[in-house]
């Protein structure tokens, strides 16, 4: 990998394919919950900012962005489908199969008390867009109305990811460099929830009632 992002492509070829790739990247990781969106996106704002263009890394946050509301409300479209038909739908079971009873219990808690502001929060804490995205389908919110959150949500993410990025970029000279830095921070903040929740679980630590936070 190391040998790959040192040898990048000239700015111009970065620019054809590197806007395309990032936005089919962040569409499909919204979409299919296994790609590592917030890497790609830290590792783009890295090369972006090391170009000499000016507008790179708006381009770039434009295009996550976007790319990440596209998959969102897809996703959610295709769920109501799910909601709404009688025998369910394949992706109303593939968020219902990703979420456990206690994190939709406490994310319909959240999403009760707090409405749409929670999918902003649901989209900067890692592993919280499903739970919430489902509890939004179970309570039926209207498309237009999650939309309108989750404009805002994918507008944060993405520059939170990119300020990760930028912080790569500028700590080392070399674009590669910056890249390594930047998956590297964006897998350990990824990692971070699950590791919480197991010491949080391990016996002796949390009750077996216990509601999280």
């Known amino acids: 990998m190391v040998t790959a992002v040192r040898e990048l492509p000239p700015e111009s ?3 054809a394919v590197g806007y395309p790739s990032l936005f089919l990247l962040v569409a499909l990781g919204a979409l299919v919950p296994v790609v590592p969106t917030g890497a790609i996106v830290s590792s783009a704002a ?31 479209w295709l769920g109501q ?14 968020l219902r199969s990703r979420v456990t009873p206690d994190r939709l219990a406490h994310a319909q808690e959240r999403l009760d008390t707090h409405q749409v502001s929670v999918l902003v929060l649901s989209r900067l804490v890692p592993a919280g867009r499903i739970p919430v995205m489902l509890a939004c389908l179970l309570a039926e919110m209207p498309l237009r109305r999650f939309a309108r959150g989750d404009i ?10 990119q300020l990760i990025g930028i912080l790569g970029g500028s700590l080392f000279p070399e674009p590669w460099q910056g890249v390594v ?4 921070l964006t897998v350990l903040v990824s990692a971070a929830p699950a ?5 949080r679980g391990t016996p002796g630590k949390a009750p077996s009632g216990h509601q999280h936070p």
């Open 81 to 94: 489908r799910g909601v709404r038909s009688r025998n369910g739908s394949r992706w109303l079971a593939a």
């Open 13 to 15: 070829t970065q620019q």
């Open 152 to 161: 805002v949500a994918c507008l944060a993410w993405a520059a939170t990811y």
């Open 195 to 199: 590791l919480w929740r197991r010491v």
């Open 46 to 76: 890295v090369v972006a900012f090391h170009q000499s263009s000016p507008f790179s890394l708006l381009y770039v946050f434009l295009v996550a962005a976007s790319a990440a509301f596209l998959g969102d409300t897809t996703l959610y």
């Open 181 to 184: 830095a930047a998956v590297g």
